[in-house]
């Protein structure tokens, strides 16, 4: 799995339902950074999918594609989403079991949308950030 200039990335996961009846199944794909920001948690949700209604032998392929847009966070200092620079890793499998997993570098921070300041607070409006341990 690489990631494009425009940071995309994708993968295609083949199920095979190997049971002795009809099922289905569920997929999710979560990512998050190896390097966790303080303000952001270790993996989340980005994607799912489910089968349609598999018979004994049969498969369904699916394709996840993951993009700076699914990574951003907002930046209120510059009101911005903006995708951070950093290694990422994905996994993608059901609830039970991890079928796939791979990482992938953004090389720099993607700026995905700029945002207007339409309502601007006639008050300060204090944010909760967290601060390194030892920093004040």
Request: charged share 25%; hydrophobic share 35%.
């Amino acid at each position: 799995m690489g990631c494009d200039q425009i940071g995309r990335a994708g993968t295609k996961i083949l199920h095979h339902n190997i049971a002795a009846k009809d099922s289905n199944e569920g997929f999710t794909c979560h990512a998050g950074q190896l390097i966790q920001k303080p303000d952001k948690p270790a993996a989340e949700l980005k994607a799912f999918a489910k089968t349609g209604e598999l018979k004994p032998g049969e498969s369904q392929t699916f394709t996840f594609t993951i993009t700076a847009r699914d990574l951003a966070s907002y930046q209120t200092k510059t009101s911005s989403w903006i995708a951070d620079a950093g290694t990422y890793t994905v996994k993608f499998g059901t609830s039970q079991t991890v079928k796939q997993s791979a990482t992938f570098k953004l090389g720099k921070d993607i700026i995905v949308e700029k945002t207007n300041k339409v309502l601007v607070p006639k008050a300060t409006i204090n944010e909760l950030v967290s601060k390194p341990p030892g920093k004040k």
